[in-house]
């Protein structure tokens, strides 16, 4: 079946560094999106990408969906204390059907 | 109110026990989920809905059951519950082809002992 993988499963950094997370699919995805769960919390939706090679920005956060479509990475610029939480990305399959395959989620610590 | 509420939001119960986890959303969507979150392991699918008479398996049905009792209300159960079943539950719900994605609840903390 579908599966998400996604790399790495922890981080830390120093505030004011950057970070990436990445995502791969073993199949063709129709959309992906991306979530921020803060400790103790729930994962709250942060954007979906759907075109092949699409960037979309939000800020300090960019998003980039892979020309194959089959992959995705989450870059933070200049971290802040904020950004602390796990990001998981989520890949809905070929058919569309509107049901997600989580990855495993890349835990984010900020040093201040 | 929150838009998608789960009830209880923590459960100790007992291995061999029959518990059900309840989920409620005023989101008018017709789509709804529950995942199952462990460490390291990510959200994983375990039942989903589309719409009152559509009920799917996800990766990991088995020692659960659902019931859709209407467009806003998804109950998952755990027929006889077993320590490994241990985890945090969330229910989701998401529209059709709006692209905002899921909107989650808080969550269930069960703890089969």
């Known amino acids: 079946g579908q599966q998400v993988m996604q790399i790495p499963q922890y981080q830390h950094v120093q505030e004011g560094e950057d970070f990436t997370t990445y995502c791969n699919s073993s199949?063709?995805?129709?959309?992906i999106q991306w979530y921020k769960q803060r400790p103790g919390g729930h994962p709250v939706f942060l954007i979906q990408?759907?075109?092949?090679?699409e960037v979309k920005k939000q800020k300090r956060l960019t998003f980039q969906f892979g020309e194959a479509k089959k992959n995705s990475s989450l870059h933070i610029t200049a971290t802040q204390t904020t950004d602390v939480g796990t990001y998981f990305c989520?890949?809905?399959?070929?058919?569309?059907?509107?049901?997600?395959?989580f990855g495993q989620g890349t835990t984010l610590q900020v040093k201040p | 109110d929150a838009d998608v509420t789960q009830t209880p939001r923590n459960r100790i119960t007992k291995t061999g026990k029959r518990i059900m986890l309840e989920c409620s959303q005023t989101?008018?969507?017709?789509?709804m989920y529950w995942y199952r979150q462990d460490p390291g392991l990510g959200l994983r699918l375990i039942y989903y809905?589309?719409?009152?008479?559509?009920?799917n398996k996800g990766e990991i049905s088995d020692g659960y059951s659902v019931s859709r009792q209407a467009q806003a209300k998804f109950s998952l159960s755990l027929e006889s519950a077993i320590p490994n079943q241990t985890a945090l539950y969330f229910c989701?719900?998401?529209?059709?082809?709006?692209?905002?994605?899921?909107?989650f609840g808080s969550g269930t903390r069960l703890t089969v002992v």
């Open positions: 989520a890949g809905g399959g070929s058919s569309n059907t509107g049901k997600l395959i």
């Open positions: 199949t063709t995805l129709s959309n």
């Open positions: 990408l759907v075109k092949s090679g």
């Open positions: 989701a719900t998401s529209d059709t082809g709006t692209g905002s994605g899921y909107t």
């Open positions: 809905s589309f719409d009152v008479k559509d009920i």
């Open positions: 989101k008018g969507h017709d789509r």
